[in-house]
């Protein structure tokens, strides 16, 4: 098995997270940064006392528009595109980050990824 390790900013935990994923979400760099930033206020907002609450409300986006400077319609486009890849979706009646786009601390030290790539039958190497 290989095994990278890489050490980074608990800052920056989500958009490291993400990056590494990136190979499989396929993202730009802007779709990245946009991601990045909704999944840190998904954490911050799972570790408060609130619970979960949809990724896309109208506190989040005006927290992401100020920061990123994207457009109220643009970012309705991003929304639209995190949905039809599966990123954003819908539990419990409310849009929420993917589970598996949730970094789960292990020790308040590491996170681990494991990625699975399965090769089609019919086109073996």
């Not at 900013?9 to 990245?32: A, I, K």
């Not at 319609?73 to 929420?96: A, H, P, Q, T």
């Not at 601390?105 to 019919?122: A, D, R």
Request: proline share 2%; glycine share 4%; aromatic share 6%.
């Amino acid at each position: 098995m290989n095994k990278f390790i890489k050490t980074i900013s608990p800052d920056n935990l989500g958009y490291e997270f993400l990056r590494s994923l990136n190979g499989l979400l396929d993202l730009t760099d802007r779709e990245l940064e946009l991601l990045s930033i909704f999944l840190d206020l998904y954490l911050k907002n799972m570790k408060s006392r609130r619970g979960k609450a949809p990724i896309d409300s109208t506190e989040n986006r005006r927290h992401v528009m100020r920061v990123t400077t994207v457009t109220k319609d643009n970012l309705c486009r991003y929304i639209k595109m995190f949905r039809e890849k599966k990123i954003f979706v819908i539990e419990d009646g409310m849009l929420v980050m993917s589970r598996a786009l949730t970094p789960i601390v292990i020790g308040s030290k590491t996170v681990q990824i494991t990625m699975i790539l399965k090769l089609k039958e019919n086109e073996l190497l």
